[in-house]
């Protein structure tokens, strides 16, 4: 069975500080894909990047980056410069291909950003 | 991308009784999930719904006590029945649309339930 671990519950940072939400994550399967997702206090969630477990390249959007590194299970999220606006629980992910793409959840990291 | 729709945005219901929750895609996709979170908690894969099939549901879920519907590409109903407080949540219908190598998976804006 997978798992995605989440080990930050809560963090603060304060405006245009950078902040990394760390996710690992468990399986077997050699052919997977991660996710991100964002949850605002709106509650709707938001995509934010699907990874497949063979594209290692790291990518950036903006303000946000993710570094994957199979070699530790880790698909860590940074975003740079935080706002405001960037405050809300953020999700990774992991579904396995071959499957009805179930995605299975971390526990979340809920991040505060102030002024 | 994907917009979806779902009906009610939230409900508050007595125990006992039931709740149908629908979801509404905008195009035909290939993929219907719907997914509970627990206040305070993360996502739980409920089942997936299968076109013209029974849905498949995950370790935990009972069709008695979710019975779900797909009758089409471009929707589904998740019944919540015979409700109790332990089912306040909110319930997200989930869809995934095979376009290729930028694939994504979106979610509904959530139902949120509160049994009483």
């Known amino acids: 069975a997978q798992k995605v671990t989440q080990a930050q519950t809560e963090i603060s940072v304060v405006e245009k500080e950078d902040v990394t939400l760390d996710c690992v994550y468990e399986?077997?399967?050699?052919?997977?894909?991660l996710f991100w997702y964002k949850q605002p206090p709106s509650g709707e969630l938001v995509f934010l990047i699907r990874?497949?477990?063979?594209?290692?390249q790291n990518e950036i959007s903006g303000r946000y980056s993710w570094n994957f590194q199979k070699s530790t299970s880790s698909f860590n999220f940074t975003i740079t410069a935080s706002q405001v606006v960037d405050s809300a629980v953020y999700f990774c992910?992991?579904?396995?291909?071959?499957?009805?793409?179930?995605?299975?959840f971390g526990t979340g990291t809920r991040l505060q950003v102030t002024l | 991308s994907a917009v979806i729709s779902q009906k009610p945005s939230r409900d508050i219901c007595q125990r006992g009784t039931s709740l149908t929750i629908q979801c509404q895609v905008d195009?035909?996709?290939?993929?219907m999930f719907w997914y509970r979170q627990q206040p305070g908690q993360s996502l739980t894969l409920i089942a997936t719904?299968?076109?013209?099939?029974?849905?498949?549901?995950e370790s935990g879920f009972v069709i008695d006590k979710f019975p779900i519907s797909r009758p089409n590409l471009t929707f589904s109903t998740l019944t919540v029945s015979n409700m109790s407080p332990e089912d306040s949540s909110i319930y997200l219908c989930?869809?995934?649309?095979?376009?290729?190598?930028?694939?994504?998976?979106?979610f509904g804006p959530g139902t949120r339930l509160t049994v009483t």
């Open positions: 992910a992991l579904s396995l291909t071959g499957t009805a793409s179930k995605l299975t």
């Open positions: 989930s869809v995934q649309r095979f376009t290729g190598p930028r694939d994504e998976q979106y």
């Open positions: 990874r497949n477990s063979f594209d290692e």
């Open positions: 719904a299968n076109q013209g099939s029974e849905a498949t549901y």
């Open positions: 399986t077997r399967d050699t052919t997977y894909y």
């Open positions: 195009s035909q996709v290939t993929m």
